[in-house]
């Protein structure tokens, strides 16, 4: 049963750093980019995630991995990020090709995190999904939406109640995921029968019934199998 664990899994091993504290690197300098300059490299990176978007083959994306690699932006966590889910869309393996590229940006962020985490959820990997969000919280990095709808999808394919509660609960301390209807849907279909009912009886705003998105059924199979 995969659990939200401290294990983390050997390609993204990083020291642990708590939240609160801000991240100094003491032998490093930030480098001065003139505002020209970085309106260049935006630039760039939009040209680099429409080549990727077209990219139909795996030869085709290391062809552009290659040239990101010689423009020195492989340090980009949005240029990766794409670069993971045109993996997925082409059905590579996040073990074989994705995990390394992973390993290679020194500071991902939040979305490059999910992309390698709904990555190995395609692969059925489902273990994995869970380690890499756990080293993301390690380094101290807030989910964003994507991250919980993927990893609520973990916890229905393995109907692993247990680890849809702690997402939920997750959820609940980080706070700002409850406007999004299907984590907040699957969030309360994972909550204990008490916090359901206050839920329920608290709620304040339910959106309208044309809006409401019904859970689909292996959330509720998980339920009955506590």
Same mark, same amino acid.
């Given at each position: 049963?995969?659990?939200?664990?401290?294990?983390?899994?050997?390609?993204?091993?990083?020291?642990?750093?708590?939240?609160?504290?801000?991240?100094?690197?003491?032998?490093?300098?930030?480098?001065?980019?003139?505002?020209?300059? /970085?309106?260049?490299?935006?630039?760039?990176?939009?040209?680099?995630?429409?080549?990727?978007?077209?990219?139909?083959?795996?030869?085709?994306?290391?062809?552009?991995?290659?040239?990101?690699?010689?423009?020195? /932006?492989?340090?980009?966590?949005?240029?990766?990020?794409?670069?993971?889910?045109?993996?997925?869309?082409?059905?590579?393996?996040?073990?074989?090709?994705?995990?390394?590229?992973?390993?290679?940006?020194?500071?991902?962020?939040?979305? /490059?995190?999910?992309?390698?985490?709904?990555?190995?959820?395609?692969?059925?990997?489902?273990?994995?999904?869970?380690?890499?969000?756990?080293?993301?919280r390690k380094d101290g990095l807030v989910p964003v939406t994507f991250t919980f709808t993927a990893l609520l999808k973990v916890a229905a394919s393995e109907m692993n109640v247990n680890l849809g509660r702690q997402l939920h609960g997750e959820s609940m301390k980080l706070g700002g995921f409850s406007e999004d209807l299907f984590v907040g849907?699957?969030?309360?279909?994972?909550?204990?029968?008490?916090?359901?009912?206050?839920?329920?009886?608290?709620?304040?705003?339910?959106?309208?019934?044309?809006?409401?998105?019904?859970?689909?059924?292996?959330?509720?199979?998980?339920?009955?199998?506590?």
């Amino acid at each position: 049963m995969v659990s939200l664990s401290k294990k983390l899994i050997a390609p993204i091993i990083r020291a642990s750093i708590p939240i609160s504290k801000p991240i100094k690197f003491p032998d490093e300098q930030i480098p001065f980019i003139p505002f020209s300059k /970085l309106q260049e490299i935006k630039h760039l990176e939009s040209q680099l995630i429409s080549t990727l978007e077209e990219c139909r083959n795996l030869a085709q994306i290391k062809q552009t991995h290659s040239y990101i690699i010689r423009k020195c /932006l492989h340090q980009s966590s949005y240029i990766m990020a794409k670069l993971l889910r045109m993996l997925s869309k082409i059905n590579v393996s996040m073990e074989s090709y994705g995990g390394r590229v992973f390993s290679q940006v020194r500071y991902p962020n939040a979305f /490059l995190y999910t992309a390698l985490i709904r990555g190995y959820l395609v692969d059925g990997m489902f273990g994995e999904s869970v380690l890499v969000y756990n080293s993301m919280r390690k380094d101290g990095l807030v989910p964003v939406t994507f991250t919980f709808t993927a990893l609520l999808k973990v916890a229905a394919s393995e109907m692993n109640v247990n680890l849809g509660r702690q997402l939920h609960g997750e959820s609940m301390k980080l706070g700002g995921f409850s406007e999004d209807l299907f984590v907040g849907n699957a969030s309360t279909i994972f909550s204990n029968d008490e916090e359901r009912e206050r839920t329920l009886s608290t709620s304040a705003a339910v959106p309208p019934r044309e809006n409401y998105v019904k859970p689909r059924l292996p959330y509720t199979f998980a339920v009955e199998r506590t």
